[in-house]
């Protein structure tokens, strides 16, 4: 009887033991599919942020040159030829797009891991990519708007529209049409501004949410 008892404790204590470490195991498998998620979407907002900035710098070259042309006219109330081909190109360039879906946040949504989430990190991140992100592909989605509204309002119907034109040619069109494209510069700017705002915020928040992520996945 004693030693059935005990053979009876053997088997209890090792079928114990089996379901721990079949337990860590699996405690270990989840952590390290939680770090391969978490590595995957802070990669995926660095990608994100560099083309933030990229065209953030771009926003930046373009307002430079249009504030070059407009503070020219305030002055003299003449055309600048500095940069006029460069601007008008700009101001019929239609092809502004950000794609703020990710098939990686996709992919972290329809995960446990999700689940586990602090509610500080899961509004986070849908901040950044519900809300800046969008934010940032309406502003896009208006600049290029208007650039199309200017290609066929007033580059076409005026000839500007041409690529193969010089600037002294450019020139000539411009100045007969001056006014109207001075104003058309001035709303092409302020576009430019709210867009390098929301690309502004928008980093800003991908660099706090990443290093947030980066706190969670050293602690797993």
């Known amino acids: 009887m004693i030693y059935a008892v005990g053979e009876i404790i053997l088997v209890v204590i090792g079928i114990l033991i089996a379901l721990q470490i079949n337990n860590w195991n699996s405690n270990r498998l989840e952590k390290e599919s939680d770090s391969q998620l978490i590595g995957a979407l802070i990669t995926d907002l660095k990608l994100k942020n560099e083309e ?31 940069n006029l081909k460069y601007s008008i190109n700009r101001l019929g360039d239609d092809r502004g797009f950000l794609n703020e879906k990710s098939s990686v946040l996709e992919g972290l949504t329809n995960s446990g891991l999700w689940k586990r989430l602090p509610d500080s990190l899961i509004r986070e991140i849908d901040d950044i990519y519900r809300f800046k992100l969008a934010a940032v592909k309406a502003s896009f ?57 929301r690309f502004e915020y928008a980093s800003k928040g991908i660099i706090k949410l990443s290093e947030n992520l980066n706190i969670y996945k050293s602690e797993l």
């Open 52 to 82: 933030l900035i990229s065209d953030l710098e771009y926003g930046n070259s373009l307002i430079k040159n249009t504030d070059n042309i407009i503070e020219f006219w305030a002055k003299t109330k003449k055309i600048d030829t500095l």
């Open 141 to 197: 989605e208006k600049t290029t708007e208007y650039a199309s509204h200017c290609k066929l309002n007033f580059l076409i119907p005026n000839g500007l529209a041409d690529t193969n034109l010089n600037t002294l040619e450019i020139h000539t069109l411009v100045t007969e049409k001056n006014i109207e494209f001075i104003s058309s510069l001035e709303v092409f700017r302020g576009g430019i501004y709210l867009l390098n705002n």
